[in-house]
C-alpha cells in the first residue's frame, strides 16, 4: 500500500448506522489507515430529474441494489483508494432514496395524507438504529467464517439491502392507476381525488422548462437550510452516538450498545408525531421540536456525568427522529405538483445533507470528549431552523390572506397548463 493510500480515510456515513466506531476500530488495527474523515458531496438534482423517467419499482431496485453490492464489495478493499471509490458509489446510489419516498408518497396520497405516511416511512431511520447498532456490534465481537469482523459487518448488511431492493423491484405497485388491489369503484375515486388535487403521476412527463420553474423558487432555497438544521441534528444524535460515548469513558461495544437507545427513543418520538400530524400546524411541530432537540443536546454534551449524556442525547433522539419527516411533509405539501415536488426534494436534501458531511469532521475522537467545535456548529444550524421555521410560519399566512382577497380569475386557462402553475396556482394555499 502506497504512502498516499495510507493517508486515506474512513468510516462510513449515517446509511450504515452503527459501523463508525467498529470500522474505524478493525480498519486502523487490520489495514492501518490513518483515520481521516472523507467528506463526499453527492448532487441528488440529477438523479431525481431521472428518477421521474423511470417506474418506481425499477428505480428503488436499481439504487437498493448498487447500495447493498458496493456495500458488499467494501468488505474485500485493497486499498485507501477502494474505499473511497467504493463509499462514492454507495453516495451514488443513496442520493436518490430519500427524495425518491417522498415523491413516491405524492403519486399515491393527497397533501393532507402524505405527512402520516411520511412519518411511517421514516421509523426506518430509528428502527436501523435500534437494530442496526447492536447487530453491527455483534457481527464485529467475533469471526464470521472467513470474514474480518469490519468485514462482516459491510457483506451481511450488503446482503440484506440486495435482497430487500430485489423484492421491492418486484412487488412494489408503481401508481395507483395501473393497480389491481381496488375495486373498480375504489379506484376511481382515487383517482379522482389525486386528480383534482394534482394530476396523475403516470402522466406527468417532466420538461426543461418545468425544471427550471422548480429550480427558480427561491422558497427551495431557504427550506434547504431549514432542512440543513433539521438533518445535522439527526444525523449526529443517529451516527455519531457511538464516538460520543467511548469519548466520555465506555468501552467501544458498550457505547455502540447504548446508541441504540437515542434511535429506539426515537421511534417514540415517531409514532408520538404521527397522531399530531394534521392536529397541530407543521410550523409549531418543527419549533417545538427544534427547541427542545438542541436543549437537550446541549445538555448532553456540556454534561460531565457519562450517564446522563446517554439520558440527555436519548431525550435529544425523540425530538431529533421526528423533525426530519416533518420538514420533508412539510415541503412536500407546499410544493403544488409532482414533478416539482420531485425536483423541490432533490434541492432540498442536496443542500441539507451537506450538514452530515460537516458535522462529521468535529465528531471523530480527536475532538473529544468535548466535540465543542461540533456542539456550536450543531446549536447555530438548529437556530437557523428555529428562524426559518419563524419565517416561513408567517409568510405562508399572509400570502394565503393576499389571495383570499384576490379577485384574479384563471378558468380560460387550460387545467394542464393550470397545473403548471404549481403553488403559485390562486386557488392553492399553503399550509403553515
Not at 388491489?181 to 396523475?200: D, H, S, V, Y
Not at 465506555?250 to 450498545?257: E, H, L
Not at 428555529?386 to 387545467?415: G, M, Q
Request: charged share 15%; aromatic share 14%.
Amino acid at each position: 500500500m502506497s504512502e498516499k493510500e495510507l493517508q486515506v480515510t474512513e468510516i462510513i456515513q449515517d446509511d450504515l448506522k452503527g459501523i463508525i466506531l467498529n470500522v474505524q476500530e478493525e480498519l486502523t488495527e487490520d489495514q492501518k489507515l490513518i483515520v481521516k474523515r472523507y467528506l463526499r458531496k453527492i448532487d441528488i438534482l440529477p438523479m431525481n430529474v431521472l428518477m421521474a423517467k423511470f417506474k418506481p419499482s425499477l428505480w428503488f431496485g436499481i439504487i437498493g441494489a448498487g447500495w447493498g453490492i458496493s456495500s458488499m464489495c467494501m468488505a474485500f478493499p485493497k486499498s485507501g483508494t477502494t474505499i473511497v471509490v467504493l463509499r462514492a458509489l454507495v453516495g451514488l446510489f443513496e442520493a436518490g432514496f430519500v427524495p425518491g419516498i417522498v415523491s413516491f408518497l405524492s403519486y399515491w396520497y393527497t397533501r393532507s395524507e402524505v405527512s402520516f405516511r411520511m412519518s411511517m416511512i421514516f421509523t426506518a431511520v430509528p428502527i436501523a438504529g435500534a437494530i442496526g447498532y447492536p447487530f453491527s456490534a455483534a457481527l464485529s465481537s467475533g469471526k464470521i467464517g472467513p470474514f474480518l469482523p469490519y468485514q462482516s459487518i459491510f457483506f451481511f448488511q450488503g446482503i440484506i439491502t440486495v435482497a430487500i431492493a430485489l423484492f421491492t423491484a418486484i412487488f412494489l405497485i408503481n401508481y395507483p392507476d395501473h393497480s389491481k388491489i381496488f375495486t373498480p369503484e375504489e379506484k376511481a375515486l382515487l383517482l379522482k381525488r389525486l386528480n383534482t388535487e394534482q394530476g396523475m403521476a403516470s402522466k406527468t412527463k417532466p420538461t426543461i422548462k418545468q425544471t427550471l420553474v422548480a429550480l427558480s423558487d427561491w422558497k427551495m432555497y431557504l427550506f434547504a437550510l431549514l432542512y440543513f438544521g433539521a438533518i445535522c441534528m439527526s444525523t449526529i444524535v443517529g451516527t455519531f452516538g457511538p464516538t460520543i460515548f467511548a469519548a466520555n469513558g465506555y468501552k467501544s461495544k458498550t457505547a455502540i450498545y447504548l446508541s441504540a437507545i437515542p434511535s429506539v427513543s426515537g421511534l417514540v418520538g415517531i409514532f408520538i408525531t404521527s397522531q399530531l400530524l394534521n392536529r397541530i400546524k407543521y410550523s409549531t411541530l418543527v419549533l417545538v421540536y427544534a427547541v427542545f432537540s438542541v436543549s437537550f443536546f446541549a445538555a448532553c454534551m456540556y454534561s460531565k456525568n457519562k450517564v446522563l449524556k446517554v439520558v440527555f442525547l436519548s431525550f435529544t433522539g425523540i425530538t431529533s427522529a421526528s423533525t426530519v419527516p416533518i420538514v420533508m411533509a412539510w415541503i412536500s405539501t407546499n410544493t403544488g405538483g409532482i414533478y416539482k415536488g420531485i425536483v423541490s426534494s432533490a434541492i432540498v436534501i442536496s443542500i441539507g445533507s451537506i450538514a452530515g458531511a460537516v458535522a462529521s469532521r468535529f465528531f471523530v475522537p480527536g475532538y473529544g470528549p468535548k466535540f465543542t467545535t461540533g456542539t456550536i456548529f450543531n446549536v447555530v444550524a438548529s437556530c437557523v431552523t428555529i428562524v426559518l421555521t419563524i419565517f416561513f410560519r408567517f409568510y405562508f399566512i399572509a400570502e394565503n390572506k393576499r389571495r383570499d382577497n384576490s379577485t384574479f380569475d384563471i378558468n380560460h386557462i387550460p387545467i394542464e397548463d393550470q397545473r403548471l402553475l404549481y403553488d403559485k396556482h390562486p386557488n392553492f394555499r399553503y399550509r403553515p
